[in-house]
C-alpha cells in the first residue's frame, strides 16, 4: 500500500513538473512583449527596457522558469500585466464560484448515473434499460452549452423560475446564489452523467457474469442482495477511473458554461486573459488547473485502495500511470 501510494505520488510530481514545463515553453514562444503592452506602442525604448528589467524579462528564460516555479511553490504569484495585482488576488473570489460550481455538477452526476446505470443493467433488455441508454445516448450527443441556452430559454426565459445568467455573491445568501448557479449546474452535469450511467451498466453487466455472483444467487440471495454485498463494489471500480477521467472535461466545460451564464468563475477569468493576451494570467491558471486535475486523480488512485483489497494488502495492482 505505501510503495503504491509513493509511486502515485512521484507519478503526481512528475506530471505538475511536465506541465508547467510545456506551458511555460509554450507562452516563451509566442509572439508579443509583456512590456509594450502594458506601456502601449508609443512608449520610448528606454522606458520599454527598464520595464522589461524590473519584470525580470532580460535575464534568461531558465532563470525566470525557475523562479515561476519557486513562486507557485510558495503561493507568492507574478502580478496581473491587465490589473496590476497577483494573480492570487484574482483567483480567490472566483473559486467561490467556480469550485462550488464543479462540485455540485459532479455531485449531482453521481447522483443520477450510479442509480440509472446499475438499473439499466438490472433490467436488461427491458422497457427501463431501453430508456435509461435512450437518454444518456441523447445527453452525449448534446453540447453542454447548446444544453445551457436551451435550459435558459425554457427555465429563465419562459417559466421565469430562475435567473438567466450573472451571480449574485454568496453575501446576497445562499438562495439567490444557489439558484445562479442551478441551471449551470444542470448543464455541467448531464452531459457528464450520460457517459457515467453508460460505463455503470457495462460494469455491473460485466460483475453480473462473474462466478461468484452465480454462486451467490445459489446461496439463496436475491438478484439485488448479491448484487449489493458481492458485486457493487467491484463495479465500481471502472467507475471511479471514468470520474477521474472525466473531472478534466467538466473542468474544460466549466470555461464554456461561465461564459454562457456570464459567471464571474475562474474560467471566464481565463477567457477574458486570453483576449487580452495577459500571458501570466493565463500561464499561472493553466498549471494551476492542470495541478486540479492530478490531485483529482491522485485521490481516485487512493480510492482504489477502499475498493480493491489487493492494494491494501500490500499488492502491485492498480492502475499504472
Known amino acids: 500500500m505505501a510503495w503504491f501510494l509513493a509511486r502515485r505520488a512521484m507519478a503526481l510530481a512528475i506530471t505538475l513538473l511536465a506541465a508547467s514545463l510545456v506551458v511555460f515553453c509554450v507562452l516563451e514562444v509566442l509572439p508579443g512583449d509583456p512590456a509594450l503592452l502594458i506601456l502601449g506602442t508609443g512608449a ?20 525566470r522558469y525557475l523562479d515561476w516555479v519557486g513562486g507557485l511553490m510558495t503561493g507568492h504569484l507574478a502580478n496581473s500585466l491587465t490589473y496590476d ?5 484574482l483567483l480567490a473570489p472566483r473559486l467561490a464560484v467556480s469550485g462550488p460550481l464543479a462540485l455540485m455538477a459532479l455531485t449531482l452526476a453521481v447522483a443520477l448515473a450510479v442509480p440509472l446505470g446499475v438499473l439499466a443493467a438490472a433490467r436488461r433488455g427491458r422497457a427501463t434499460d431501453t430508456a435509461v441508454m435512450g437518454l444518456s445516448q441523447l445527453g452525449v450527443a448534446v453540447p ?21 445568467g450573472g ?12 439558484a445562479a448557479l442551478a441551471l449551470p449546474t444542470v448543464a455541467l452535469a448531464l452531459p457528464q452523467a450520460a457517459i457515467l450511467a453508460r460505463v ?24 439485488a442482495e448479491a448484487l449489493w454485498r458481492h458485486g457493487l463494489r467491484n463495479a465500481l471500480i471502472p467507475v471511479v477511473t471514468i470520474m477521474g477521467l472525466q473531472f478534466s472535461f467538466l473542468l474544460a466545460g466549466t470555461i464554456i458554461i461561465e461564459t ?7 474560467g471566464r477569468l481565463i477567457v477574458q486573459a486570453i483576449g487580452q493576451r495577459d500571458l501570466v494570467v493565463v500561464r499561472d491558471l493553466v498549471v494551476l488547473l492542470a495541478a486540479t486535475v492530478g490531485v483529482v486523480n491522485f485521490l ?21 500511470a
Do not use: C, I
Open 44 to 63: 520610448r525604448e528606454d522606458t520599454l527596457a527598464a520595464l522589461r528589467a524590473s519584470m525580470g524579462l532580460d535575464r534568461p528564460a531558465w532563470e
Open 260 to 266: 454562457v451564464f456570464t459567471l464571474p468563475g475562474v
Open 200 to 223: 455503470t451498466r457495462s460494469a455491473v453487466l460485466e460483475v453480473l457474469g462473474e462466478d461468484y455472483m452465480r454462486t451467490a444467487r445459489a446461496k439463496g440471495l436475491s438478484h
Open 144 to 164: 453542454n452549452f447548446w444544453l445551457g441556452l436551451l435550459l435558459v430559454l425554457v427555465f429563465a426565459v419562459g417559466l421565469r423560475w430562475l435567473p438567466a
Open 300 to 320: 481516485v488512485d487512493l480510492s482504489y485502495a477502499v475498493l480493491d483489497p489487493r492494494l491494501r494488502q500490500g499488492g502491485a495492482g492498480g492502475r499504472d
Open 85 to 89: 495585482v497577483p494573480v492570487l488576488a
Open 167 to 178: 451571480f449574485p455573491g454568496w453575501e446576497a445568501g445562499a438562495g439567490p446564489a444557489l
